[in-house]
């Protein structure tokens, strides 16, 4: 279980800068920003590898990562101005890191994307 990357940041066998943290969720800066904040947020006790492998059980753990995300911003004073939030799922999308996790940007005006 957990055995990714993600999984040893969340056994502490790696360092990480831990930013949030609740029963079901970590929240750690990411190691090379696209933005001036940039925080990954991951599923503690459950591995799914990307989006696609999520399941109708998982939906609400899935809603959660997206709600630990919006609390850590209006915690940090970025929810005024706005963020982004971003799912990477398999190799067109750039997913690096098979461990399910959602990316929190903010700090500055974000490009578009897509391209
Ligand atoms: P993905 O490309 O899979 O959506 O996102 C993986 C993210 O993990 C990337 O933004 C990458 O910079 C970040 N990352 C990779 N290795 C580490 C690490 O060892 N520590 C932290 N904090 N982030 C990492």
Do not use: W
């Amino acid at each position: 279980m957990n055995d990714t990357l993600f999984g040893k940041i969340i056994r502490r066998e790696i360092p990480a800068t831990i930013v949030y943290e609740d029963d079901e969720i970590l929240g750690f800066k990411d190691i090379a920003p696209q933005a001036p904040v940039h925080v990954l947020f991951v599923p503690k006790h459950e591995l799914i590898p990307t989006l696609d492998d999520a399941t109708p059980e998982q939906a609400a753990l899935i809603g959660k990562l997206a709600l630990a995300a919006a609390e850590y911003a209006r915690r940090e004073g970025l929810a005024q101005d706005g963020y982004r939030v971003v799912m990477n799922c398999r190799e067109h999308a750039g997913q690096t890191v098979f461990h399910l996790h959602l990316h929190l940007l903010a700090g500055a005006q974000l490009g578009r994307f897509g391209s």
